[in-house]
């Protein structure tokens, strides 16, 4: 049966349990022959229980291809990186663990890679629907904060300004033997909020001379918590991001230089920018607009500090 898988969806979780399973269910409710796919969780040392809800659902549904791992070296991009390896399919599909898979978001995956074999990743919609209530200082300058990536209603080819997200990615097996795994160096480790380890293999992509599309079709459901919108929160996230590129530039001292002064330059825009919201008495939307950028900054200047 292992010849005849075409896709692995990997889910990789960390103190999720309260939302693993439906993320599980969600794939396997897909309209997709599930001889011809497996499901994969890879728990990242969590200390919740994940692990027994995860035998529980193995039980429940003996027939059908799933299989779950405990990863012992801390990181998503460990996590990833074991899941790729463990997969026994042509296309290797993630989904976070408090998502859910919409209609159809296995079939067209599948469906355009087929018929566009000169493709080796691909990353579809993802929509966040919030647990809670929207803080007065929230903006689109937020979007990747709740994880909200919406490029448009048509399939397009990304070149680098833009790439998928974690959440929804897809990638032909291939791609690991060609390029590598993730970055391990990069990526969120536990509570830390460190980044770009999407970026980063996106961009090896890239560069091998490869193509990543963005399918609106292929659409997921993100969860938002409270807790997204702790200033607490919201200062590690941005930390995270700056700390991330810091990390992954390391030894392109051009390279740094110009983010360094594109972040500058984005804050200085921020700034410009938000004076819109203090003309309209916005002053929250402002003040953490502002705060986000330079947090940003400050990552990027102290990476030790972002992880």
């Not at 859910?100 to 080796?120: H, I, R, S």
């Not at 990069?186 to 980044?195: E, S």
């Not at 918590?225 to 390391?250: A, T």
């Not at 402002?286 to 400050?298: P, Q, S």
Request: aromatic share 16%; proline share 3%.
């Amino acid at each position: 049966m292992d010849n005849q898988l075409k896709v692995s969806a990997v889910i990789c979780s960390y103190n999720r349990a309260r939302f693993v399973v439906d993320a599980v269910d969600s794939i396997f409710k897909q309209d997709f022959d599930k001889s011809r796919y497996e499901v994969i969780v890879v728990d990242n040392n969590s200390t919740d229980n994940v692990l027994e809800l995860l035998a529980e659902y193995k039980a429940k549904h003996p027939d059908y291809n799933f299989r779950y791992y405990v990863e012992h070296n801390q990181g998503v991009a460990f996590a990833r990186s074991r899941g790729a390896h463990e997969a026994k399919g042509e296309i290797v599909m993630y989904l976070d663990d408090d998502s859910l898979a919409q209609p159809n978001w296995m079939k067209y995956t599948v469906d355009f890679f087929d018929q566009n074999p000169d493709v080796y990743s691909t990353g579809g919609k993802i929509t966040p629907y919030f647990l809670t209530g929207i803080p007065d200082w929230y903006s689109k300058y937020f979007f990747g904060l709740v994880g909200n990536f919406n490029l448009g209603s048509h399939d397009k080819r990304l070149t680098g300004n833009r790439y998928p997200c974690g959440a929804n990615m897809a990638f032909r097996k291939k791609v690991f033997e060609e390029i590598g795994y993730f970055n391990t160096d990069l990526g969120r480790k536990g509570a830390g909020l460190l980044a770009t380890e999407e970026k980063d293999i996106y961009i090896r992509i890239l560069n091998h001379g490869k193509k990543v599309y963005y399918l609106p079709e292929v659409e997921v459901l993100h969860a938002v918590e409270s807790n997204k919108f702790d200033k607490s929160y919201v200062y590690r996230h941005s930390m995270g991001i700056g700390g991330g590129e810091r990390l992954r530039l390391k030894g392109q001292n051009i390279a740094l230089l110009k983010k360094f002064i594109e972040y500058v330059a984005k804050w200085g825009y921020a700034i410009v920018y938000g004076l819109g919201f203090l003309l309209r008495g916005q002053w929250s939307k402002f003040y953490m607009l502002e705060r986000f950028r330079w947090w940003v900054i400050m990552g990027f200047l102290n990476p030790k500090k972002a992880g």
